[in-house]
């Protein structure tokens, strides 16, 4: 895996919808830094939705655990 990819994995999660937000959080103060209201560190949602203004909805995001697991490979999106 090269240096730019990360995983996590979640262990015991029972099957059902779920959806993922990621940020990079690049100055490490624990929030989402915008600038009139746009991301100025990057961010990535499951499912890889489009995004247009503010982040998708919950359904555009959405997938389903089952029994074996599931994988999502999130794009990182990087505004500025």
Partial sequence: M????????YDGLPPGGYAVAIIHDENGN????T???I???GFGFSRNPRIAFGP???DAAR???????????IRM????
């Fill in 2 to 9: 090269p240096a730019s990819q990360r995983s996590l994995a």
């Fill in 30 to 33: 624990g929030k989402l830094d």
């Fill in 35 to 37: 600038f009139a209201g």
């Fill in 39 to 41: 991301p100025r560190e």
């Fill in 56 to 58: 998708p909805r919950f």
């Fill in 63 to 73: 997938f389903t655990v089952q029994q074996g697991g599931e994988e999502q490979r």
């Fill in 77 to 80: 999106r990087y505004m500025f």
